[in-house]
């Protein structure tokens, strides 16, 4: 959950560059902020309570010294989990004797047992985290050099961590994972750790990925070890192909108004996958008896109408559940299982869990993820790229078309009809690259107007939109922090109905398809309690009190009926002044259970 970034090279400004990483890190953790520099054999902490990107480091010279060169350097966006949001929990955390500074993000989960311990030893937290206990432990090896220390340290810790140390007597950089994401990005005599790769994007696209129990050690050059067995491994170098303009806001005012428009361009790209490779896995869906898809939150949701779309078009039952409701499910993998994981970070840490279920069981793995290199990526047998770019906004967006282009295509290829799945995707695309105008967006403000002070909504689909009617409900949640519910249309009358009041705005999600008729007639039930009908639909109807048109799209209808909520919801969110890229309690990557 937590953004995490560190600098070692010949650069004299790394404090000023963590500040600049950590706020493209941002979307990870806004609860609190700091950093840790190296100048003349002593670390230096500033930490504030807040946003990363509140501050101007033009005004801040009488809080930290840029003018003192530095060369090591690490930063913390922080997610709070252990502890409340206060100075003393932000990161980083200090020894006792302020020698050794350390940021994590993950959870250990017998930190308790481990202070209760260090208590008795004599230490004194000055926290309510986890986190406080790593750094004692690594000072109480303190002489064995901070290597053996961090190694010696971790080796007692239970849980996720991703974390970055240094300290004054040593000029290195050390970084150990354990189901949280580290990725080291290579420049020319300088190098970077980071949570994320957008943090150090603007100076190099050379990238190594740290692996599970794995720990480098940077001094002029990075050593890679084993945690497990303590040799010394190596790491092959990749260079990745993303544009740096992607993860900026440019002309738009948010990041999730920007991701929303451009589904204009993602879901052609993600359309755009190699065919042979695309017809292997459809093979090895075919050849799998029983198969899973799992994911969390939204991509649950993408894998929910995926389970619509299997059965739809290609006739297929597969099971889809949550990936933190996977452990209730396991015992039914195999060995001749397969497994469908939908990611947009590939680092989902149910997700994550779940894999490494089915992977012990001896069942395949197929990743459907937004960054290529993200564990879930390096723990499949196969993966597919959906290819829609960096995501900053929390609410997901242009990954979830993606996805669910992708879905719809493995459907499609099941059933033998890939090229008819491909010209309808393409055609999709196109009307979607009409749709999203200036004046479409001016009418969905209109409608937010018209609701934005209302204190619940529900959404109702049917069929392969009863999944976008869970997912319009949670856009609605996120940014808007009203309290929205979806549900399909059937269910209403088995006690949903019951909420239904005057004016309460309930959006119905509306398909040319077999379930037209029925989706209809629930919204009517809705209407003759009082309820104000928002219809997206294809075609008008009497029902509607306002209607928001998508085009005709067969059964890629869930691609098009998503795409207005989300215009939706980013309009409530500015007019009740939210901020919708980075709503209130959540995150962007949840890498913690």
């Given at each position: ?55 101007d480091i033009k005004k801040s010279e009488n809080k930290i010294n840029f003018k003192l060169p530095c060369s090591l350097a690490v930063g913390h966006s922080r997610w709070a989990t252990h502890g409340g949001v206060t100075v003393a ?255 947009q970070s590939g680092e989902t840490a149910d997700t994550l869990e779940a894999i490494e279920v089915a992977k012990k069981k001896g069942a395949k793995v197929l990743s459907i993820i937004n960054v290529e290199g993200s564990s879930m ?217």
């Amino acid at each position: 959950m937590c953004g995490i970034f560190a600098y070692k090279g010949h650069k004299t400004n790394a404090a000023e560059l963590i500040i600049k990483g950590l706020k493209k890190l941002e979307y990870r953790g806004y609860d609190s902020w700091g950093i840790a520099y190296k100048t003349d054999n002593n670390i230096n902490v500033y930490k504030e309570i807040g946003k990363i990107g509140d501050f101007d480091i033009k005004k801040s010279e009488n809080k930290i010294n840029f003018k003192l060169p530095c060369s090591l350097a690490v930063g913390h966006s922080r997610w709070a989990t252990h502890g409340g949001v206060t100075v003393a929990n932000a990161h980083p955390h200090l020894s006792s004797d302020g020698s050794i500074a350390i940021v994590h993000n993950g959870i250990i989960e017998n930190y308790a047992e481990l202070k209760k311990g260090l208590i008795k030893k004599g230490y004194k937290f000055k926290s309510e985290t986890d986190t406080e206990v790593i750094v004692h432990l690594i000072h109480e090896n303190k002489k064995l050099g901070l290597k053996e220390a961090v190694k010696k340290a971790i080796s007692l810790l239970q849980g996720r961590y991703a974390i970055l140390v240094i300290n004054e007597d040593e000029d290195i950089l050390i970084a150990a994972r354990r189901g949280s994401p580290l990725i080291i990005g290579s420049g020319e005599n300088e190098y970077f750790i980071a949570s994320d790769i957008p943090a150090f994007l603007e100076y190099t696209r050379k990238v190594m990925y740290l692996d599970d129990n794995q720990m480098v050690v940077i001094n002029k050059k990075p050593e890679f070890y084993d945690l497990e067995t303590g040799k010394e491994i190596k790491k092959r170098e990749v260079e990745i192909n993303w544009d740096a303009k992607e993860a900026e806001k440019g002309e738009f005012p948010h990041f999730m108004i920007k991701e929303i428009m451009e589904q204009k361009e993602t879901i052609s790209r993600a359309i755009n996958q190699n065919e042979e490779k695309l017809l292997n896995i459809t093979e090895a869906i075919r050849k799998a008896y029983g198969t899973y898809l799992i994911g969390c939150g939204t991509a649950g949701k993408v894998c929910l109408a995926g389970s619509y779309l299997f059965a739809k078009i290609a006739k297929r039952h597969v099971n889809a559940t949550f990936g933190s409701e996977f452990p209730s499910l396991q015992d039914f993998i195999t060995d001749k299982s397969l497994m469908i994981a939908v990611s947009q970070s590939g680092e989902t840490a149910d997700t994550l869990e779940a894999i490494e279920v089915a992977k012990k069981k001896g069942a395949k793995v197929l990743s459907i993820i937004n960054v290529e290199g993200s564990s879930m990526d390096r723990m499949s047998d196969y993966s597919i790229n959906i290819k829609a770019g960096p995501e900053k906004a929390v609410a997901s967006t242009k990954a979830t078309t993606a996805q669910l282009t992708i879905l719809t295509l493995l459907a499609y290829a099941i059933a033998g009809k890939l090229d008819e799945g491909k010209v309808l995707l393409v055609e999709t695309a196109s009307k979607i690259n009409d749709m999203l105008n200036p004046r479409y967006e001016k009418h969905i403000k209109d409608l937010a107007e018209k609701i934005k002070d209302a204190e619940s909504m529900y959404v109702i689909g049917k069929g392969l939109n009863y999944p976008m009617a869970l997912e319009s409900a949670i856009k609605l949640q996120e940014v808007s922090y009203i309290h929205a519910e979806g549900f399909a249309g059937g269910e209403l009358k088995h006690g949903p109905i019951a909420l239904i009041s005057k004016d309460v705005p309930c959006i119905a999600l509306v398909a040319n398809d077999e379930t037209k008729h029925e989706i209809l007639g629930n919204a009517m039930e809705v209407k003759a309690r009082g309820g104000y009908i928002i219809g997206v639909s294809p075609e008008n109807n009497e029902i509607f009190d306002f209607w928001i048109k998508v085009p005709e799209a067969g059964n890629a209808s869930p691609i098009v009926n998503i795409i207005p909520v989300q215009l939706l919801a980013y309009q409530l969110a500015v007019l009740r002044k939210n901020n919708p890229d980075m709503p209130r309690n959540l995150a962007k990557s949840v890498t913690v259970k």
